[in-house]
Nanobody, 119 residues
């Protein structure tokens, strides 16, 4: 069956770093664009970063540019989010999403991993 599983979340101090991982199975990973979304308490879910299926293009929300970096390793069926210089406002549940490059109707969501930035 299809699985999209995030890991790496936890408690970190402001200015600190974390690396989130998202490992996929049950579908052809290299045919899917991958994205990280986040949702903070009381706020709508927002797109944080996106990487194309081949890993040749990325996009970021303005609020995270220069601090967060998305990457992927198609041989490992894994996408990463390197998070540096973390801020209180980065606190959220982070979700991984896969979007089929040929058919946008085919997509999968992970269950999320919690990142808490606190002193």
């Amino acid at each position: 069956q299809v699985q999209v599983v995030e890991s790496g979340g936890g408690l970190v101090q402001p200015g600190g770093s974390l690396r989130l991982s998202c490992t996929a199975s049950g579908f052809i990973f290299r045919n899917y664009h991958m994205s990280w979304y986040r949702q903070a308490p009381g706020k709508e879910r927002e797109l944080v970063a996106r990487i194309t299926s081949a890993g040749d293009s990325t996009n970021y929300a303005d609020s995270v540019k220069g601090r967060l970096t998305i990457s992927r390793d198609n041989a490992k069926n894994t996408v990463y989010l390197q998070m540096n210089s973390l801020l209180f406002e980065d606190t959220a549940v982070y979700y991984c999403k896969a979007d089929n490059r040929f058919n946008s109707a085919i997509n999968y969501w992970g269950k999320g991993t919690l990142v808490t930035v606190s002193s």
